[in-house]
């Protein structure tokens, strides 16, 4: 069993950065893929980004298009933590942010069923 907790979301302007944290207890996400999504109001959960638990060819993470270039997902396995850096954020990322694991050396997984364990959510707000 793992437990995900998220933080980091706030308001921020268009243009602006922000950091999201998800922390894990109770198991390490060392043997966990790791992937964050978003939901915007009245829209679907979407797939953000994902990162493996070891490269293939030497690539470990996988974007959406529409945060390609713009945000950075990476963990820390001593700290226990992923994190997801988001930087020229759009008013069109205004949603609440979360987290999921699954404990998997496979992937890139990019479809909410596919993953075992989720946080709460954090929101993240951009101003025009």
């Known amino acids: 069993q793992v437990q995900l907790v998220e933080s980091g979301g706030g308001l921020v302007q268009a243009g602006g950065s922000l950091r999201l944290s998800c922390a894990a207890s109770g198991r390490t996400v060392s043997t966990y893929a790791m992937g964050w999504f978003r939901q915007a109001p009245g829209k679907e959960r979407e797939f953000v980004a994902f990162?493996?638990?070891?490269?293939?060819?030497?690539?470990?993470?996988y974007y959406a298009d529409s945060v390609k270039g713009r945000f950075t997902i990476s963990r820390d396995n001593a700290q226990n933590t992923v994190y997801l850096q988001m930087n020229s954020l759009k008013p069109e990322d205004t949603a609440v942010y979360y987290c999921?694991?699954?404990?998997?050396?496979?992937?890139?997984?990019?479809?909410?069923?596919?993953?075992?364990?989720w946080g709460q959510g954090t929101q993240v707000t951009v101003s025009s």
């Open positions: 990162v493996a638990v070891i490269s293939w060819s030497g690539r470990s993470t």
């Open positions: 999921a694991a699954v404990r998997s050396r496979g992937g890139p997984y990019y479809r909410e069923r596919e993953y075992d364990y």
